[in-house]
Nanobody, 115 residues
Framework: QVQLVESGGGLVQPGGSLRLSCVVT????????MAWYRQAPGNEREWVAD???????NYADSVKGRFTISRDNGKNTVYLQINSLKPEDTAVYYC?????????WGKGTLVTVSS
C-alpha cells in the first residue's frame, strides 16, 4: 500500500524558511509525478508545485522564486524548500503522488507564518 507522510511544518516568522519532507512508502517516488498542494483556512486546496518523472519542475505563480521542489530517489522522499515566507503562505501542505490515473495523498503538515 502506498503511503505518503509529510513532516517539517511549524510556526515561523514572516521572512523565515522551512523545509517540508514527504516520505513515500510502498512504492518508488521516481515512478510518480510528485506534487505539493496547500489548503489555507476557508480556502480550497491549491496546487503549489510538482516535479515530473524526468525531473522537470513547475510552480504556481504565487510561490515561484521562493519555493523549490526536489526529490531524493535514494531516500524515496520529496522536499519542498520554502523561503521568504509570508502570512498568506499559512496552510496545511499536502504531498501528492500520481501516475496513470492513480492518485495518493498524505495527511498534511501545517505551516503557520506569524510574528
Amino acid at each position: 500500500q502506498v503511503q505518503l507522510v509529510e513532516s517539517g511544518g511549524g510556526l515561523v516568522q514572516p521572512g523565515g524558511s522551512l523545509r517540508l519532507s514527504c516520505v513515500v512508502t510502498g512504492s518508488i517516488v521516481s515512478g510518480y509525478v510528485m506534487a505539493w498542494y496547500r489548503q489555507a483556512p476557508g480556502n480550497e486546496r491549491e496546487w503549489v508545485a510538482d516535479i515530473r518523472i524526468g525531473g522537470s519542475t513547475n510552480y504556481a505563480d504565487s510561490v515561484k522564486g521562493r519555493f523549490t521542489i526536489s526529490r531524493d530517489n535514494g531516500k524515496n522522499t520529496v522536499y519542498l524548500q520554502i523561503n521568504s515566507l509570508k502570512p498568506e503562505d499559512t496552510a496545511v501542505y499536502y504531498c501528492n503522488a500520481r501516475s496513470y490515473g492513480i492518485c495518493y495523498w498524505g495527511k498534511g503538515t501545517l505551516v503557520t507564518v506569524s510574528s
